[in-house]
Structure formats: C-alpha cells, structure tokens
C-alpha cells in the first residue's frame, strides 16, 4: 500500500473535522455520531496534561513550566493546549488541519496564552529553538512512518537545549505483521481514513538519537488498545 499522502492528510483531517471533530480525535465508539460534549472532551485533556506532566517531574524533577513556551502538535481543536495553557506561560497548538483550527479558536478561553497555526506535511512552522516542552499524543500515528520520521526531527530542532519532548506512537500490532490499519468514515464531504502507522521502537530511539535528542524514559501507552504495542517517550534535547 503507498503511503497516504493521496487526498492529502489535510484534507483528510478536513474531512474528519467537519464531520465529528471530538471523534475523530477520541474515537470512543459509544461517542460516535456527536457522542461528546465539549465539557467532557476537554476534560480528558485536563487529566491528561496532568499525567503527562507528572511523568515529566517524577522523570526530571528540575523542570518547570512557569514562564516557558509549549507545542501542542497535531493539536485538532485544542483538546491538550488549553490543558496546557494553565501551565505554561504560552502555547503553541500546531495541526495540520484548517477546519480544526478554526474549531479551535472558537472554543479558545485563553486567547493571549495559546495561540493556533497551521502545519504542514513536511515541517513544524516555528523557529528554531523556540518551546521548552513538545507534546504530541494519538497524533503520529495517524501519519505514514516517512512523516513521523521528520516529525520527530522537528521536535528536536525547534526545542530549545536542555527542552523536553514527549510523545507516543505504536511500535507494532501483537498479532498481525502489517503495517498500516485503517477504518473508513464516510462523511459529507466524501470518504476520510483514520489511520495507524507502526514505528518500531528501536527506530523511533535511534532517530532520537541522531536528531539531536536523548532519551530520559520510555514507558508502555494504552491508547492504541490491546492489541498493540505502544510506547510514550521523553527526551531532551542534548546541550551543546
């Protein structure tokens, strides 16, 4: 199967945005069809900021969001940057999706603290050097393994030294050898895919490595459900 990149990943996302947005981006199947409502799809980013960031100080006990710079990436309608938002000093949600985005400003309560911007296939549009923490949860995995590859690169390149960076994505099925599963979702607008890539671990360590990052935890993820094995990483990016 060629990598999906065909319909573009933006569109896709478009597509999927349009249609059921908090599903799409927790896709509980008792909340399909407008399942969710805004107060319980924002909480799950509130305990899951507060997870995260409790695994960043049990691991770096020295870290401290007052007064730094946050990417939330692959952000969809800000699920985990307004979480954020009461942490960091700013926020900065990047997704790939316009139509998320806009959700996203909509419902936006901290308008001078996170900040939206639209991404791209190739890149992070921020400078380098730029956040102190990178997130990305449920985000890469949608995205052909070549994708995750410059992802993880970017993180690297636009935290600043001595910057952490978490994030998860599946390193195989348990059962089945593929590499891509998908559902399909028909929506208004035409057919849209919600994907899973497989980036092994191993691989996902070296190119940390040769990104410019170094490896402080590496801990087993459920979201992908049991039939995976999924893995949540935090690095820094090592000083000069």
Not at 67 to 75: I, K, R, T
Request: glycine content about 10%; aromatic content about 10%; charged content about 20%.
């Amino acid at each position: 199967m060629s990598e999906f990149v065909s319909q573009s990943t933006r569109e896709n996302w478009d597509r999927l945005a349009e249609h059921d947005a908090m599903w799409a981006i927790l896709t509980d199947p008792a909340r399909r069809g407008g399942g969710w409502t805004a107060e319980a799809f924002f909480a799950t980013g509130v305990a899951e900021a507060d997870r995260v960031m409790a695994a960043v100080r049990s691991a770096v006990p020295n870290f401290s969001p007052a007064g730094g710079v946050a990417l939330d990436f692959g952000c969809g309608i800000g699920r985990l940057s307004r979480a954020f938002g009461a942490r960091f000093a700013h926020v900065v949600g990047v997704d790939i999706s316009a139509a998320m985005l806009a959700r996203a400003e909509a419902c936006n309560p901290e308008k001078g603290r996170v900040t939206y911007v639209l991404g791209n296939p190739s890149g992070i549009p921020l400078a380098d050097a730029s956040v102190d923490f990178a997130y990305s949860g449920i985000v890469l995995q949608h995205v052909p393994r070549s994708m995750q590859e410059g992802y993880v690169r970017e993180f690297f390149r636009v935290l600043r030294p001595g910057g952490l960076a978490w994030f998860q994505t599946p390193g195989r099925h348990l059962r089945d050898l593929g590499r891509i599963f998908f559902g399909q979702v028909e929506t208004a607008t035409g057919p849209a895919r919600i994907e899973l890539h497989m980036f092994p671990r191993a691989d996902v360590e070296a190119m940390v490595a040769a990104a410019g990052g170094e490896l402080v935890n590496v801990s087993a993820d459920a979201s992908c459900g049991a039939d995976f094995e999924s893995w949540a990483y935090l690095a820094c990016r090592r000083r000069p």
